[in-house]
């Protein structure tokens, strides 16, 4: 495979103006006939030839303008047509045939279950036609779907309706006209026998705009909570952003066979049925919020991603970072601030530093790929979607809403660049960015350490940052330019926040942003009159690892007076981390030891003080996950940050049992299911009280999980008491866990993302012989080997969810996988190139799990007919 670089960036010799395309669709055999109105760009260098891209297509027909092509008129090759003497101007038609039921690629034209469907972001619509299948090449698309009336009553493409006609034999067609330009990725066409819950919304403008969601019959009543999400989120785009949506109808179609969440097409987005179906009986607390967040990311694109798309796919991030950062507020403003920021932290702490610190590490503006379906990744969404809240956070809310008016204003019906956002937003406020660039341009995770220095009688306190970025694949730390890093801080006195005053501001404040932009750099505050506890990176102001040498008396303070939510569940987690890694240290030298007082005292004043938002208190009382530990130390210590964890979870379960008890009972409701902050706050403490509850449970406690398990109205409850059953080793428990498994299956087995929760569960149970149990899944009727959502559920959590048992000593674990993906890269290499992930993170490991992993590693890189997504994932971490 070759290497794409972003400095070889050239505008598109021709341009294609108009395309229509005609399907006659057939499981084995559909025809694809598209007339292309093609155009040679004035902003390109002249060319004679034509070259478009195509994969796993049969050519049988072309045509230029009136003139058939014959075999001496052009050249196909593996994944591209030549056409080697074109006019300025023309028509081409193209008649190719593919074939969707064999696809099982789940890119460009393919099946899932009965209805056919498309996915074509990045590089899938080349699959199912010869196209210039590039983002910078906009087009206007009209589409015509032909089908069997019976099987495939409904026939959807992009835009809006134009024509639809009976035809012969039983077959029917619909013609779809969408007037706004867009490039090829954005294209859908659907077909299947299904059912529409309908609604609508009236614009700020007072345009009716009919809303539709698609799915299949028995899937009809889980659609309320997307409908009402996408409602909301129209109405929130217009308020925030200023962004009516442009055309007379929105459609959503679920798809249970989807390699990602869900696709933004114009008109017509595609929903993986996990990101769009939602009933309280089947969804669970995590699975509304998930629905609610992707609706409205969705739809955001329709602003940032079609509207204005991007110039080329380095550029990916400019929709997606951007994207995120928008359904991220828009989640904030529905539900609750803190607790969303704690979440997508914790994603960017856990995850998306892993990746940054591994051998995929890559900018938010890649300068290079082999496979750009490698790309979507969490460095591109969500470190993306960080660096847009940076310059939310240095421009302030009015001015950032300048910039973001002036982007889309200039860019409207184009494809943009990194650069032209920036832009943007520098114009607005007159600030210059060009240090801050290297946030898109630098890859890496930046180590901020901050120290400070209380002066009793000058009444200062100086602190003093330092940063720097390790070495990344493509850059070695020294030769990487210092960030432009905004600091928010606060300092906490005895008594809470203290008035600021820095040299540069006359009005005394709580909070300052700090813009760090030395390697070295020290900010004075003065009049403070007292020594204080400073509160950093507030908010996590920037995606950064940051130190600063408290004393754990310190972050007990943050833990109870600081005013920033985000603030205090971090000082909570610091704490938590030290009680871990003491106990690590004691059980590594066999040595006896005791639960930190103060992160105990700590979980006793959280579960007592009733005036705390429940969610703040599940959420301060969670541990660190073991991906989190992990993430701390090298090599990493998979048993004993099992152990130390479980041990911690443990001691604090059982020096406050009764107050959890307590907590429990308080959390109890009689109320329906209803998704709201408060409600879904109280579910999630609630969550947290059984698990520790359960821990070592009592024949009371036991019982109170069982009923929950039985009695519970919604899936939330129903599937914690289960989790909570299945976690639990105690003896007394042996029966319900085994009962719980069974039942849930029973009540559930007709409903496929329920199912996903039963295998997830499993997968992740972490008692010995996982491995065996997770191979008995693969072998259960519930699971489909070809559906991604149950490889994920299975697969991939047992390989990222279950550490102790994926990373046995004996390497099982390693060469499950490798087998998996094996399989998987034949069959959909999306999939399996995304399944590596664990296996590339080998160099943290001890010596001996580095072989394991390496050797499997080697093994797929000696397959011989590798894809290009997987080839390059190996090829890069070994
Ligand atoms: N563009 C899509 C999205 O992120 C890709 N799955 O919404
Ligand atoms: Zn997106």
Same mark, same amino acid.
């Given at each position: 495979p070759t290497t794409i670089y972003l400095k070889d960036y050239l505008p598109p010799a021709f341009l294609i103006e108009k395309t229509h395309l005609t399907f006659q669709l057939d499981p084995e055999k559909t025809t694809v006939t598209s007339v292309l109105q093609c155009v040679a760009n004035p902003k390109a260098a002249p060319s004679q030839s034509l070259t478009l891209h195509g994969q796993d297509l049969k050519l049988v027909r072309l045509q230029l303008n009136n003139k058939a092509l014959t075999a001496a008129d052009y050249c196909v090759e593996e994944e591209s047509l030549t056409i080697h003497a074109v006019p300025d101007a023309f028509t081409l038609t193209?008649?190719?045939?593919?074939?969707?039921?064999?696809?099982?690629?789940?890119?460009?034209?393919?099946?899932?279950?009965?209805?056919?469907?498309?996915?074509?972001?990045?590089?899938?619509?080349?699959?199912?036609?010869?196209?210039?299948?590039?983002?910078?090449?906009?087009?206007?698309?009209?589409?015509?779907?032909?089908?069997?009336?019976?099987?495939?009553?409904?026939?959807?493409?992009?835009?809006?309706?134009?024509?639809?006609?009976?035809?012969?034999?039983?077959?029917?067609?619909?013609?779809?006209?969408?007037?706004?330009?867009?490039?090829?990725?954005?294209?859908?066409?659907?077909?299947?026998?299904?059912?529409?819950?309908?609604?609508?919304?009236?614009?700020?403008?007072?345009? +009716?705009?009919?809303?539709?969601?698609?799915?299949?019959?028995?899937?009809?009543?889980?659609?309320?909570?997307?409908?009402?999400?996408?409602? +909301?989120?129209?109405?929130?785009?217009?308020?925030?952003?200023?962004?009516?949506?442009?055309?007379?109808?929105?459609?959503?179609?679920?798809?249970?066979?989807?390699?990602?969440?869900a696709m933004e097409n114009k008109g017509l987005n595609i929903f993986n049925t996990s990101c769009v179906l939602a009933n309280p009986k089947t969804t669970t607390d995590a699975g509304f919020a998930r629905v609610e967040g992707v609706v409205a990311h969705e739809y955001f694109h329709n602003w940032s991603g079609n509207r204005v798309t991007c110039r080329d796919w380095f550029q990916l991030s400019l929709k997606e970072g951007f994207t995120v950062f928008r359904d991220e507020e828009f989640s904030s403003d529905m539900g609750s601030r803190t607790v969303k920021r704690v979440e997508d932290v914790n994603v960017m702490r856990t995850l998306q530093f892993a990746e940054d610190g591994g051998p995929m590490a890559h900018p938010v503006q890649p300068a290079s790929f082999m496979e750009i379906s490698n790309f979507y990744t969490l460095t591109i969404y969500e470190k993306g979607a960080e660096v847009v809240r940076m310059y939310h956070t240095l421009l302030g809310p009015e001015l950032f809403r300048q910039g973001s008016d002036l982007y889309f204003e200039r860019h409207d019906g184009e494809a943009a660049t990194i650069e032209d956002f920036t832009a943007a937003m520098a114009e607005v406020s007159g600030r210059d960015f060009s240090q801050f660039k290297y946030w898109y341009s630098q890859a890496g995770t930046p180590v901020v350490k901050a120290e400070g220095d209380y002066c009793a009688q000058a009444k200062t306190f100086s602190l003093t940052f330092e940063q720097y970025c390790p070495d990344t694949p493509e850059a070695k730390g020294s030769?990487?330019?210092?960030?432009?890093?905004?600091?928010?801080?606060?300092?906490?006195?005895?008594?809470?926040?203290?008035?600021?005053?820095?040299?540069?501001?006359?009005?005394?404040?709580?909070?300052?942003?700090?813009?760090?932009?030395?390697?070295?750099?020290?900010?004075?505050?003065?009049?403070?009159?007292?020594?204080?506890?400073?509160?950093?990176?507030?908010?996590?102001?920037?995606?950064?690892?940051?130190?600063?040498?408290?004393?754990?008396?310190?972050?007990?303070?943050?833990?109870?007076?600081?005013?920033?939510?985000?603030?205090?569940?971090?000082?909570?987690?610091?704490?938590?981390?030290?009680?871990?890694?003491?106990?690590?240290?004691?059980?590594?030298?066999?040595?006896?030891?005791?639960?930190?007082?103060?992160?105990? +005292?700590?979980?006793?004043?959280?579960?007592? +003080?009733?005036?705390?938002?429940?969610?703040?208190?599940?959420?301060?009382?969670?541990?660190?996950?073991?991906?989190?530990?992990?993430?701390?130390?090298?090599p990493i210590e998979v048993e004993l940050i099992h152990q130390a964890r479980n041990a911690v979870k443990a001691a604090i379960a059982e020096q406050c049992f009764d107050l959890w008890l307590a907590v429990y009972n308080r959390c109890l409701s009689t109320k329906a299911y209803a998704f709201n902050a408060n409600d879904v706050a109280l579910r999630s403490l609630k969550k947290v009280a059984l698990e520790y509850l359960m821990v070592k449970p009592t024949e009371e406690v036991l019982a109170l999980c069982v009923k929950q398990f039985n009695n519970a109205d919604n899936m939330t409850d129903e599937s914690a008491a289960m989790s909570a059953l299945v976690d639990c080793t105690a003896p007394l428990a042996a029966k319900e866990r085994v009962d719980a498994l069974a039942q849930f299956y029973e009540r559930w087995k007709d409903e496929a993302l329920v199912v996903n929760l039963w295998l997830s569960v499993q997968a992740a149970d972490s008692t010995p012989g996982a491995l065996k149990r997770v191979e008995a899944l693969l072998k259960h009727p519930a699971y489909d080997s070809a559906n991604p959502n149950k490889i994920r559920s299975v697969v991939s959590v047992f390989c990222n969810q279950n550490a102790v048992n994926f990373h046995a000593i004996d390497g099982s674990g390693y060469v499950f996988l490798a087998d998996q993906i094996l399989v998987l890269n034949k069959q959909n290499p999306q999939i399996a190139s995304r399944l590596l992930g664990p296996l590339t993170k080998w160099q943290k490991y001890d010596v001996n799990r580095q072989g394991l992993m390496r050797e499997q590693l080697l093994r797929i890189q000696s397959e011989p007919a590798l894809s290009k997504d997987v080839y390059e994932v190996v090829a890069k971490s070994l």
């Open positions: 193209c008649v190719t045939e593919i074939s969707p039921a064999t696809n099982s690629s789940l890119e460009g034209l393919y099946k899932s279950r009965t209805m056919y469907c498309t996915q074509c972001e990045a590089e899938g619509f080349r699959k199912i036609t010869y196209y210039l299948d590039r983002p910078d090449v906009l087009s206007e698309f009209t589409t015509t779907v032909i089908g069997d009336k019976q099987q495939f009553p409904v026939l959807l493409s992009n835009g809006n309706l134009v024509a639809s006609e009976q035809l012969e034999n039983g077959f029917h067609s619909a013609t779809w006209h969408d007037p706004f330009k867009k490039p090829a990725y954005l294209f859908a066409l659907v077909a299947g026998d299904l059912q529409v819950v309908e609604d609508n919304f009236i614009t700020c403008s007072g345009r +009716n705009v009919v809303l539709k969601i698609f799915v299949e019959p028995k899937d009809l009543d889980k659609c309320e909570h997307a409908m009402a999400s996408l409602k +909301n989120a129209m109405k929130w785009d217009e308020e925030v952003y200023g962004r009516e949506y442009d055309l007379d109808i929105f459609m959503i179609v679920a798809v249970d066979d989807f390699n990602m969440g030769d990487k330019k210092p960030y432009h890093i905004p600091v928010n801080v606060s300092l906490l006195g005895k008594a809470g926040l203290l008035p600021l005053t820095l040299d540069s501001q006359a009005q005394p404040q709580t909070e300052v942003v700090l813009e760090l932009t030395e390697a070295q750099q020290t900010f004075v505050f003065n009049d403070v009159q007292e020594e204080p506890v400073p509160s950093l990176f507030r908010g996590f102001s920037a995606p950064v690892k940051s130190a600063y040498p408290y004393k754990k008396a310190d972050l007990l303070r943050i833990t109870t007076q600081d005013s920033d939510g985000f603030a205090r569940f971090d000082a909570m987690q610091q704490l938590a981390v030290v009680a871990i890694f003491d106990v690590m240290a004691a059980l590594r030298k066999q040595e006896e030891w005791q639960l930190e007082p103060l992160l105990l +005292n700590a979980v006793k004043e959280l579960l007592t +003080n009733e005036a705390l938002d429940p969610a703040m208190v599940a959420l301060m009382c969670t541990l660190p996950s073991q991906a989190y530990m992990s993430g701390l130390a090298t």
